[in-house]
């Protein structure tokens, strides 16, 4: 029997970070083993934020580098560029002409990004769904692999994907699931600075690449409060996101430990931020020193991408032609 297909990417317009790697990424590498598996570099998306990015290759070059130096396994899973398989570009075409504004206008993601830069409200933001919807349902995915940040656009490849199958009286698409490891709910990593989402755009990221000194920075200037005044209250969100992290990245004991001297009333944020910096350094450490070594390898890295690409056209290019027969497309000479 086939494999489940599954298909996931991360955008190139950053260091992949602890949310990107626990909500994302983790989930790619339990995968590989038992599922055919797509994952790529999204650098077409990119350009919705970032529409002139300096150095477009040097971005696409150190997520390649982080993905394998995660564990993603290139004998395993495919691992390859957006913009080297232009048939998702065209079935990004396709879906446009039955995706409609106010639905697209709605999404969270889109209505977030507009409020984050109100001079660039490009047509490429409004319709990001639509390419997610393509890069995901041109390999006919069964299953994807996104934080909870996602759920929406997720949603939305979910209704592009029935619509196409429903216009054109076919079956063409299987509907796409998310996947969560064990699952459990889609996960959501805060970020240090109170807020409810940990991202690149958000600026309050901690990246697999940094190092300890940085990571300690950081996390010692996380937002806190002036600490609990009642015994075993609940957690305001700021206090609550470095319990989060720590249920992460700590172990159970040390959780238990803050906890209860939380409830108590006893907690000191100092320490708790001193553990949990010491333990995201531990969990980060052997993964920074294996992106450092991949990055470095020129020959090791064009291989993987080239052989990614071949991949994943080659899936790319049979759904596009059923998808162009479906559609009406014929040869007239
Ligand atoms: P940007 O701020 O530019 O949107 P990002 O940091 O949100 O970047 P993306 O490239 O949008 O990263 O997302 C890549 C993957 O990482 C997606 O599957 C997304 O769900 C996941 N992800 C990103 N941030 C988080 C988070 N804080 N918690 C869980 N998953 C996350
Ligand atoms: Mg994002």
Redesign the pocket.
């Known amino acids: 029997m086939n494999k489940p297909t599954v298909v996931?990417?991360?955008?190139p317009?950053?260091f992949l970070?602890?949310?990107?790697y626990?909500?994302?990424?983790q989930n790619f590498i339990k995968m590989q083993n038992d599922f055919s598996c797509y994952f790529f570099i999204?650098d077409i998306?990119?350009l919705t934020?970032h529409p002139t990015p300096g150095n477009l290759q040097a971005g696409v070059r150190q997520v390649l580098a982080e993905y394998l130096a995660c564990g993603i396994d290139p004998e395993k899973a495919t691992i390859f560029i957006q913009s080297d398989v232009p048939e998702v570009s065209e079935l990004y075409a396709f879906l446009n002409m039955n995706a409609y504004l106010g639905e697209l206008e709605r999404t969270t993601?889109f209505k977030d990004?507009a409020r984050q830069q109100p001079d660039n409200v490009n047509a490429g933001l409004l319709t990001y769904p639509v390419l997610m919807a393509a890069d995901i349902i041109i390999h006919k995915a069964d299953f994807v692999?996104?934080?909870?940040?996602?759920e929406q656009n997720l949603e939305m490849a979910r209704k592009f994907a029935k619509r196409f199958n429903r216009m054109y009286k076919t079956e063409v698409f299987p509907i796409p699931r998310p996947f969560t490891a064990g699952g459990g709910d889609?996960?959501?990593?805060?970020?240090l600075d109170g807020s409810g989402?940990?991202?690149?755009?958000?600026g309050n990221?901690i990246n697999l690449v940094e190092d300890p000194k940085s990571i300690r920075k950081k996390v010692m200037r996380a937002v806190t409060d002036s600490g609990p005044t009642e015994m075993n209250q609940k957690k305001p969100e700021a206090i609550q996101n470095l319990f989060t992290l720590m249920d992460i990245v700590s172990t159970p004991d040390t959780v238990a430990h803050f906890d209860e001297l939380y409830n108590k009333c006893e907690i000191r944020y100092g320490d708790l931020k001193k553990q949990l910096a010491e333990d995201i350094i531990a969990y980060t450490t052997p993964i920074r020193e294996r992106i450092l070594e991949i990055h470095g390898d020129d020959a090791y890295l064009a291989k993987v991408a080239k052989t990614g690409a071949e991949k994943a056209r080659e899936s790319a290019i049979k759904t596009l032609q059923e998808v162009k027969e479906v559609i009406g497309f014929k040869k007239l000479f």
Not at 8 to 11: A, E, F, L
Not at 17 to 20: E, I, M
Not at 145 to 150: L, M, Y
């Open positions: 996931s990417g991360i955008r317009t950053g970070h602890l949310g990107n626990f909500g994302a990424v999204a998306h990119s934020t993601s990004k692999p996104v934080g909870k940040d996602q889609m996960i959501k990593i805060p970020g989402k940990m991202g690149k755009s958000e990221a």
